[in-house]
């Protein structure tokens, strides 16, 4: 019986930073783009090679907090592919749902990294999305919690499978949905039976057809669709979290040391998710969250900075919101 098995990508992830990079603003925007010349050779000052990929990302938050785990996905039967198996093994998660495949290489992203800024990042979609219904031990995923970061290709073809698995079973879902997954004419309907929804601030917008700035509207639609604990995160602005009744909100940490954003997303939500089932408060999954996705933001790589068991962190303010007759106001 596990704790909590993962599904999502697994990716070799090529960590560069260059010596000198050129940016260009492009249209009416404010917005930056990594210019190199053609038929030149760029310098890289440093270069780094890592793990990565939403389902073994998040599977290493849990098992670093000492929860049995388990991955279900596929990698390239390629040396990327076997490192990444060994990795993930060297944490003590299990990988007995893992599949190798010689159809596609194992996933690959290039991150090109411009000093603490945003990085860019060239993704190869390969192997990953290549698990089908069929291959999944549906009769072994023996588990209290499923944790869905986003799916692509065949796996997105059986998100409504996977959830209705869970639901016949007993088991808890904690999803954070790609666009694809947003995209599903049955969407609606799976999230009615999603725990905990994970959504960066665009996706939510998405998902309820109304704009970011509208905060408030996004919650009063998506509550509606998920009856569970709803987040939507905001990047450098912070969290907001919704359980229906109250609205939760943090800002980052002023201090925090940024030197790779890669895998933070993943981490913040893994972050909450485990703390959730630890104690089932909503504030304290945010403190927990924030700081696991502050510890990653720390180092190159998407699971080199997490939180390990018992470690001492900072917990950020929480302010909470109860809503009555569409009037907010903080609760002290």
Same mark, same amino acid.
């Given at each position: 019986?596990?704790?909590?098995?993962?599904?999502?990508?697994?990716?070799?992830?090529?960590?560069?930073?260059?010596?000198?990079?050129?940016?260009?603003?492009?249209?009416?925007?404010?917005?930056?783009?990594?210019?190199?010349?053609?038929?030149?050779?760029?310098?890289?000052?440093?270069?780094?090679?890592?793990?990565?990929?939403?389902?073994?990302?998040?599977?290493?938050?849990?098992?670093?907090?000492?929860?049995?785990?388990?991955?279900?996905?596929?990698?390239?039967?390629?040396?990327?592919?076997?490192?990444?198996?060994?990795?993930?093994?060297?944490?003590?998660?299990?990988?007995?749902?893992?599949?190798?495949?010689?159809?596609?290489?194992?996933?690959?992203?290039?991150?090109?990294?411009?000093?603490?800024?945003?990085?860019?990042?060239?993704?190869?979609?390969?192997?990953?999305?290549?698990?089908?219904?069929?291959?999944?031990?549906?009769?072994?995923?023996?588990?209290?919690?499923?944790?869905?970061?986003?799916?692509?290709?065949?796996?997105?073809?059986?998100?409504?499978?996977?959830?209705?698995?869970?639901?016949?079973?007993?088991?808890?879902?904690?999803?954070?949905?790609?666009?694809?997954?947003?995209?599903?004419?049955?969407?609606?309907?799976?999230?009615?039976?999603?725990?905990?929804?994970?959504?960066?601030?665009?996706?939510?917008?998405?998902?309820?057809?109304?704009?970011?700035?509208?905060?408030?509207?996004?919650?009063?639609?998506?509550?509606?669709?998920?009856?569970?604990?709803?987040?939507?995160?905001?990047?450098?602005?912070?969290?907001?979290?919704?359980?229906?009744?109250?609205?939760?909100?943090?800002?980052?940490?002023?201090?925090?040391?940024?030197?790779?954003?890669?895998?933070?997303?993943?981490?913040?939500?893994?972050?909450?998710?485990?703390?959730?089932? %630890?104690?089932?408060?909503?504030?304290?999954?945010?403190?927990?969250?924030?700081?696991?996705?502050?510890?990653?933001?720390?180092?190159?790589?998407?699971?080199?900075?997490?939180?390990?068991?018992?470690?001492?962190?900072?917990?950020?303010?929480?302010?909470? %919101?109860?809503?009555?007759?569409?009037?907010?106001?903080?609760?002290?």
């Amino acid at each position: 019986m596990f704790d909590i098995v993962t599904f999502g990508s697994a990716t070799r992830d090529i960590f560069l930073r260059p010596k000198k990079l050129s940016l260009l603003k492009y249209d009416s925007s404010a917005r930056e783009g990594v210019c190199f010349p053609v038929g030149s050779k760029i310098e890289i000052e440093d270069i780094y090679f890592n793990s990565g990929g939403g389902g073994t990302n998040t599977a290493a938050t849990f098992a670093n907090q000492g929860l049995k785990t388990a991955y279900c996905g596929v990698v390239g039967e390629d040396s990327a592919g076997r490192e990444i198996i060994k990795e993930l093994e060297s944490l003590k998660i299990n990988t007995g749902f893992v599949f190798l495949k010689n159809d596609k290489l194992t996933n690959h992203s290039v991150i090109i990294a411009e000093n603490n800024k945003d990085s860019t990042i060239l993704a190869y979609r390969g192997a990953a999305e290549l698990l089908s219904k069929e291959e999944i031990s549906w009769q072994k995923l023996k588990t209290g919690w499923m944790y869905l970061a986003p799916l692509t290709g065949l796996l997105c073809d059986i998100f409504n499978d996977i959830v209705e698995f869970a639901c016949v079973n007993g088991i808890k879902i904690a999803a954070n949905p790609s666009v694809a997954q947003l995209s599903l004419n049955n969407f609606v309907k799976i999230a009615n039976k999603i725990d905990i929804l994970i959504l960066n601030q665009e996706e939510a917008s998405f998902l309820a057809k109304i704009s970011v700035e509208d905060e408030k509207g996004i919650f009063q639609k998506i509550d509606k669709i998920c009856p569970g604990v709803a987040i939507m995160t905001k990047g450098g602005e912070g969290v907001v979290v919704s359980d229906g009744k109250n609205l939760y909100s943090a800002k980052p940490f002023k201090e925090r040391k940024i030197v790779d954003t890669t895998g933070a997303g993943d981490a913040f939500g893994s972050g909450f998710v485990f703390e959730f089932m %630890r104690s089932q408060d909503i504030e304290k999954s945010i403190q927990f969250a924030m700081a696991n996705s502050a510890g990653c933001l720390s180092e190159i790589g998407a699971k080199n900075g997490l939180l390990k068991k018992g470690q001492e962190f900072n917990r950020i303010e929480i302010i909470k %919101r109860e809503c009555d007759n569409d009037v907010c106001f903080v609760k002290k």
